[in-house]
T-cell receptor, first 112, second 118 residues
Framework: DAKTTQPPSMDCAEGRAANLPCNHS???????VYWYRQIHSQGPQYIIH???NNETNEMASLIITEDRKSSTLILPHATLRDTAVYYC?????????????FGSGTQLTVLP | NAGVTQTPKFRVLKTGQSMTLLCAQD?????MYWYRQDPGMGLRLIHY???????AKGEVPDGYNVSRLKKQNFLLGLESAAPSQTSVYFC?????????????????FGAGSRLTVL
C-alpha cells in the first residue's frame, strides 16, 4: 500500500470548514483513498473513500487531485464533536484481505 | 442494529492469568479483525479472519490466539497475560459487497475493551 503523509495537528474554528490534507504521491492505479476518524477513547469511524472522482456523503467531502497524489477531506461546518484524530489510508481493493494500516493521523481540534 | 459489540469493556488481570475477549457482529460480515492501541499510538492488527473457521496473523500476533467458530463471533484469547499486553483492544468487521469491492476496506469498529495487566 502507498505511504501517506498527514500533518500531525490542525485547528479549526467552530462553524468553519475543516480541510485536512493527505499526501500519497506513490499511489497506484488500483488503490483507493480511505478516511477514518477516532474520537478520543472510541473505536475508529469510517468517513468516506474514493478512487479518483470527488466524493460527498452526509459526513464529509473528499477531493482527490487529478494526478491522485494528494487528497483533502473537507468537513463543511466543523463542530466541537468533530475534534478527533483523522486517518488517511491508501489501500488496494481486490485479492485477499489484509490489514488496514492506521498511521499517526492528524489531530483536528475544533475551537469554540 | 447493534453493529459490533465487544465484551467485556474493562478488565484487570494479574500477570499469568488468561482471558478471552468476545466480539460479536450482527451485519453478516465476512471479515473480522482484532486491533490493539497503546497510548498515543496508532492501531496495530493482531489477527484477522476472512470467514468462519479461518484465521490469520496480523502485525503483532505473539501472545494471542483467536477463533472464529461462528461467522458472527471472533474471540481473542490471552493464555498467559503480560503487562506488555495492557492496551485497548478494538474489534472490527467488514464485508465484500457485490459490485463494490472497495467496501471490504470499510470497517465497522466496536467501542473497545480496555485491558490492564498488573
Amino acid at each position: 500500500d502507498a505511504k501517506t503523509t498527514q500533518p500531525p495537528s490542525m485547528d479549526c474554528a467552530e462553524g468553519r470548514a475543516a480541510n485536512l490534507p493527505c499526501n500519497h504521491s506513490t499511489i497506484s492505479g488500483n488503490e483507493y483513498v480511505y478516511w477514518y476518524r477516532q474520537i478520543h477513547s472510541q473505536g475508529p469511524q469510517y468517513i468516506i473513500h474514493g478512487l479518483k472522482n470527488n466524493e460527498t456523503n452526509e459526513m464529509a467531502s473528499l477531493i482527490i487531485t487529478e494526478d491522485r497524489k494528494s487528497s483533502t477531506l473537507i468537513l463543511p461546518h466543523a463542530t466541537l464533536r468533530d475534534t478527533a484524530v483523522y486517518y488517511c489510508i491508501v489501500r488496494v481493493v481486490g485479492g485477499s484481505a489484509r490489514q488496514l494500516t492506521f498511521g499517526s493521523g492528524t489531530q483536528l481540534t475544533v475551537l469554540p | 442494529n447493534a453493529g459490533v459489540t465487544q465484551t467485556p469493556k474493562f478488565r484487570v488481570l494479574k500477570t499469568g492469568q488468561s482471558m478471552t475477549l468476545l466480539c460479536a457482529q450482527d451485519m453478516n460480515h465476512e471479515y473480522m479483525y482484532w486491533y490493539r492501541q497503546d497510548p498515543g499510538m496508532g492501531l496495530r492488527l493482531i489477527h484477522y479472519s476472512v470467514g468462519e473457521g479461518t484465521t490469520a496473523k496480523g502485525e503483532v500476533p505473539d501472545g494471542y490466539n483467536v477463533s472464529r467458530l461462528k461467522k458472527q463471533n471472533f474471540l481473542l484469547g490471552l493464555e498467559s497475560a503480560a503487562p506488555s499486553q495492557t492496551s485497548v483492544y478494538f474489534c472490527a468487521s467488514s464485508s465484500w459487497t457485490s459490485g463494490s469491492l472497495s467496501g471490504a476496506n470499510v470497517l465497522t469498529f466496536g467501542a473497545g475493551s480496555r485491558l490492564t495487566v498488573l
